[in-house]
Nanobody, 113 residues
């Protein structure tokens, strides 16, 4: 299983950014897919999850600003991030779960104030 993130970069506070996570094969074989992030000196934290059934959950810190979605035909999961804050700066990782867990290599998101 390969997960490849893209879409990271440098953005000003208040701006949007959309991350993509492309998978090898159907994303519907996973029970859930998630976005995590890890800021320097901090533990990796869960940002958002979408289940096979389409249910979504978000960390309190991003609720109302971030949206996780997927395109089954493209085998891709997205994280739309709006109203970005400097504290959203981190490496963002895509993860997939189906008994085992699979991780992407991460993509850097930097939000300047």
């Amino acid at each position: 299983v390969q997960l490849v993130e893209s879409g990271g970069g440098l953005v000003q506070a208040g701006g949007p950014l959309r991350l993509s996570c492309a998978t090898s094969g159907s994303i519907l074989r996973f029970n859930a897919m998630s976005w995590y992030r890890q800021a320097p000196g901090k533990q990796r934290e869960l940002v958002a999850t979408i289940s096979r059934g389409g249910n979504t959950n978000y960390a309190y810190s991003v609720k109302g600003r971030f949206t996780i979605s997927r395109d089954n035909a493209k085998n891709t999961v997205y994280l739309q991030m709006n109203s970005l804050k400097p504290e959203d700066t981190a490496v963002y990782y895509c993860a997939a779960f189906s008994g085992s867990s699979y991780w992407g290599q991460g993509t850097q998101v930097t939000v300047s104030s």
